[in-house]
């Protein structure tokens, strides 16, 4: 699958939801209680998902559940953790109200990094 493709399946997935995929402390969950799911947790088949994946970052790259995740990701065919990470900081970082332009940000430069495509959507 494109970048693109994967960006716009993740866009659609994500605005069709409306809402963050959280615990019931609010913390950001691959997969939620509720059976909601975050933008690369919507991409994680369900033979593949482990709840030992939850609390992992894709911007915080130690510790067993990242070691964890990455094998996953990687089993499902999802080996481009640069852009994974942009799609989960839309997700987790982003009010619902502004995906949309997040997204359509993310599309217009796929191919910079996380830390720039941050700072040109948020200025931080």
Same mark, same amino acid.
């Given at each position: 699958?494109?970048?693109? $493709?994967? !960006?716009?399946? !993740?866009?659609?997935?994500?605005?069709?939801?409306?809402?963050?995929?959280?615990?019931?402390?609010?913390?950001?969950?691959?997969?939620?209680?509720?059976?909601?799911?975050?933008?690369?947790?919507?991409?994680?088949?369900?033979?593949?998902?482990?709840?030992?994946?939850?609390? %992992?970052?894709?911007?915080?790259?130690?510790?067993?559940?990242?070691?964890?995740?990455?094998? !996953?990701?990687?089993? %499902?065919?999802?080996? $481009?953790?640069?852009?994974?990470?942009?799609?989960?900081?839309?997700?987790?970082?982003?009010? !619902?109200?502004?995906?949309?332009?997040?997204? $359509? %940000?993310?599309?217009?430069?796929?191919?910079?990094?996380?830390?720039?495509?941050?700072?040109?959507?948020?200025?931080?």
């Amino acid at each position: 699958m494109t970048d693109l $493709k994967l !960006v716009n399946m !993740v866009e659609q997935f994500l605005l069709t939801q409306g809402e963050r995929a959280v615990d019931g402390l609010g913390m950001c969950k691959y997969r939620s209680p509720s059976g909601l799911r975050c933008a690369v947790g919507c991409l994680i088949p369900d033979e593949l998902y482990t709840k030992n994946i939850e609390g %992992a970052c894709l911007n915080q790259a130690y510790g067993p559940e990242y070691d964890e995740l990455v094998k !996953v990701l990687g089993a %499902a065919g999802l080996t $481009k953790l640069a852009l994974l990470e942009k799609l989960q900081f839309i997700h987790d970082e982003l009010d !619902v109200r502004r995906w949309k332009g997040a997204f $359509k %940000a993310l599309r217009e430069n796929l191919k910079e990094s996380p830390a720039d495509f941050i700072w040109r959507v948020t200025g931080e």
